[in-house]
């Protein structure tokens, strides 16, 4: 069983920048493959960003790519996702999830556990 903890979100500006926080309980955190996913109000959630358990192999949705950055320390079973350059289309809740695997998925079916969300809203 995992836990996640999402922290890190709020509000801020066209431009600025959020670092948000995935904090996960378990002896085996450098086992799971982690993603990042959103959810606008009245859309579906989306694929933000995708991270292997060691951190080697990564993948971003377009929409995000070169301005959002995943890592992951497996010491603090905690992964991160950088935010920079934020546009309002960003606003939405941020979720983490957790799958056991070596593989990286980028859709949601995969993923068996998920955080509570963490709200972003960016304003123009």
């Known amino acids: 069983q995992v836990q996640l903890v999402e922290s890190g979100g709020g509000l801020v500006q066209a431009g600025g920048s959020l670092r948000l926080s995935c904090s996960a309980t378990?002896?085996?955190?450098?086992?799971?493959?982690m993603g990042w996913f959103r959810q606008a109000p009245g859309k579906e959630r989306e694929f933000v960003a995708a991270?292997?358990?060691?951190?080697?192999?990564?993948f971003y949705a377009d929409a995000v790519k070169g301005r959002f950055t995943i890592s992951r320390d497996n010491a603090k079973n905690t992964v991160y996702l950088q935010m920079n350059s934020l546009k309002p289309e960003d606003t939405a809740v941020y979720y983490c999830?957790?799958?056991?695997?070596?593989?990286?998925?980028?859709?949601?079916?995969?993923?068996?556990?998920w955080g509570q969300g963490t709200q972003v809203t960016v304003s123009s």
């Open positions: 378990g002896r085996t955190f450098s086992s799971y493959a």
């Open positions: 999830a957790a799958r056991a695997s070596a593989a990286v998925f980028t859709t949601t079916a995969p993923y068996n556990y």
């Open positions: 991270i292997n358990w060691s951190g080697s192999i990564t």
